[in-house]
């Protein structure tokens, strides 16, 4: 099975930059995904990494260390659009299936 | 120019009804998904289709049936509804199976009364 752990809940103030783990526990690991879901809304796809080390695209950066079974998200000079749910979600090999943690909660204030 | 689209977005139902959920994408996927997201927000995989064929069936009890008449649809009927199936109900699609990224519908809000 998979086991994939985040934190519940952050505040962070417009402006800072907020760093967002997640921990997972799995065989045949074949990526890791990050989607952001606002309140009542589609999670979205932010960004993927399947092999270690940091990928960027604007703002937002995921870094991924596959030995430690770790990766991050950091949102940089936040903004309060983005207040949301920060979802990580684990690939395996031979099915399509994403595993999805609890996802992370974070509230941005002026 | 809706990528996947759900309808209804919003159902609300007494228990024992019976209630279909549809699930439409115009991207040229081959692969589309059922998702149940619970009041804790947590999104678990339900089904999964590629090609109108049944890939994945989690543990789900079987008064829900997926149905996918083409590669472009994939519906959900759910019978004699429980308490319990109140959620928030996510279509997604993929460009194949494996690591390809899913894309979300907009939800249905399923309320059972």
């Known amino acids: 099975g998979q086991n994939i752990d985040q934190p519940t809940e952050m505040t962070a103030t417009e402006g800072a930059i907020v760093q967002i783990n997640c921990t997972y526990q799995?065989?045949?690991?074949?990526?890791l995904f990050w989607y952001q879901q606002h309140a009542g809304e589609a999670p979205t796809f932010l960004s993927y990494?399947?092999?270690?080390g940091l990928e960027e695209k604007g703002r937002f950066s995921s870094f991924l260390s596959r030995s430690k079974g770790y990766s991050y998200l950091l949102l940089k000079e936040l903004q309060m659009k983005d207040s949301a749910s920060y979802l990580c979600?684990?690939?395996?090999?031979?099915?399509?299936?994403?595993?999805f943690g609890k996802g992370n909660q974070v509230v941005v204030i002026p | 120019d809706t990528a996947v689209s759900q309808t209804p977005k919003y159902l609300v139902t007494q228990m024992g009804n019976d209630k279909s959920i549809k699930c439409e994408q115009n991207?040229?996927?081959?692969?589309m998904y059922w998702y149940k997201q619970d009041s804790k927000k947590f999104l678990k995989i339900m089904f999964s289709y590629n090609n109108k064929e049944l890939i994945i069936n989690e543990t789900v009890p079987n008064r829900f049936s997926p149905k996918s008449p083409d590669k472009a649809h994939l519906n959900l009927h759910i019978n004699s509804l429980e308490l319990g199936d109140s959620a928030v109900y996510f279509c997604?699609?993929?460009?194949?199976?494996?690591?390809?990224?899913?894309?979300f519908g907009p939800g249905t809000r399923l309320t059972v009364l």
């Open positions: 997604a699609s993929s460009l194949g199976t494996g690591a390809d990224t899913q894309y």
């Open positions: 979600a684990v690939s395996r090999y031979g099915n399509n299936r994403l595993a």
């Open positions: 990494n399947v092999l270690d």
């Open positions: 799995t065989s045949g690991f074949n990526g």
């Open positions: 991207l040229g996927h081959d692969t």
